[in-house]
């Protein structure tokens, strides 16, 4: 009897850890990196001179058409630049691959240029 109790523990030990090992999403994380890589390259260059270091979360997502709408801009500098250039740039900007429909938060950091 201790045996065959100590072959179920055993049994589901082995099952717990592979759906564990299984439940990891890596897929996730290149999502991730797509997004942030694909908005870096439409957030460079900026129409306006950038005096100091700018901190801001963008809070995005993706629509049926795979187009980026950006949701909210906060900052740690009051500018309506910023915001106004942020949602200019990003906002029905197309991905270049599919991605889920979820909401991202984002942070961006423009780098003075002075």
Known sequence: MKSIKSLLIAVALVFTSFAYATN?????????SVVSQEIQKL???????????????????????????????NS????????????????YKKLSKKIDAKIYTLPVKMVSTI
């Open 76 to 91: 740690n500098a009051n500018t309506y630049e910023v915001e106004g250039f942020i949602k200019s740039r990003l906002n």
């Open 43 to 73: 957030l460079k260059n900026p129409s306006f001179l950038v005096e100091k270091d700018i901190k801001v979360t963008v809070r995005l997502t993706v629509n049926k058409k795979n187009e980026i709408v950006v949701l909210s801009v």
């Open 24 to 32: 990891s999403k890596p897929a996730d994380k290149r999502v991730k």
